[in-house]
T-cell receptor
Framework: DSGVTQTPKHLITATGQRVTLRCSPRSGDLSVYWYQQSLDQGLQFLIQ???????AKGNILERFSAQQFPDLHSELNLSSLELGDSALYFCASSRTTPSYEQYFGPGTRLTVT | GQQLNQSPQSMFIQEGEDVSMNCTSSSIFNTWLWYKQEPGEGPVLLIALYKAGELTSNGRLTAQFGITRKDSFLNISASIPSDVGIYFC???????????FGKGTRLSVIA
């Protein structure tokens, strides 16, 4: 158990819908990272927050957004969902930034039908 | 963008055998990491390497940071069934740039 929690574990929704994925980092970690994992693309970095502020952005679609709250939990919002958004979404956390030693949560499996 | 090429893509080995896998890049990285992912779980950090030429062990796992800074290797000795999973390499270049992950090596161990 990495200490990073993610909810929900599974999510099934229809195209065009909007969903919110939630992540709580390890106790004491200030940095949160979001990744998308699909079969053909591997782990793709989406976005990073550190102590409430956006720190780095990867290939995150404009339909996706995230934020980190004062209690350090983070939410990833995915809107106007398409079939291709079906994937595993992982949250990771680290103590500082930049930090290469990231601890991953169990992931949320999103299925868009 | 930066890409990491992992090989082999998959391996089937007998229990007790040693395993070698590697990760290469056309770009230089200043940090290399190896993660393992088991079904239904997130990746777990196995080894972090911070210096070119560095050789680091974690139990039966040994990883090396290539001297060119463009590659890294992971060896597993005397494999056991619980070694099954996908092994990912990841590299970091500088500053606040994100980690870049390889596509993984899927390891299957036959008892």
């Amino acid at each position: 158990d990495s200490g990073v929690t993610q909810t929900p574990k599974h999510l099934i929704t229809a195209t065009g819908q909007r969903v919110t994925l939630r992540c709580s980092p390890r106790s004491g970690d200030l940095s949160v990272y979001w990744y998308q994992q699909s079969l053909d693309q591997g782990l793709q970095f989406l976005i990073q927050y550190y102590n409430g502020e956006e720190r780095a952005k990867g290939n995150i679609l404009e339909r996706f957004s995230a934020q980190q709250f004062p209690d350090l939990h983070s939410e990833l919002n995915l809107s106007s969902l398409e079939l291709g958004d079906s994937a595993l979404y992982f949250c990771a956390s680290s103590r500082t930034t930049p930090s290469y030693e990231q601890y991953f949560g169990p992931g949320t499996r999103l299925t868009v039908t | 963008g930066q890409q990491l090429n992992q090989s082999p893509q998959s391996m089937f080995i007998q229990e007790g055998e040693d395993v070698s896998m590697n990760c290469t890049s056309s770009s230089i990285f200043n940090t290399w990491l190896w993660y393992k992912q088991e079904p239904g779980e997130g990746p777990v950090l196995l080894i972090a390497l911070y210096k070119a030429g560095e050789l680091t062990s974690n139990g039966r796992l040994t990883a090396q940071f290539g001297i060119t800074r463009k590659d890294s290797f992971l060896n597993i000795s005397a494999s056991i069934p619980s070694d099954v999973g996908i092994y990912f390499c990841a590299g970091h270049s500088s500053g606040n740039t994100p980690l870049v992950f390889g596509k993984g090596t899927r390891l299957s161990v036959i008892a």
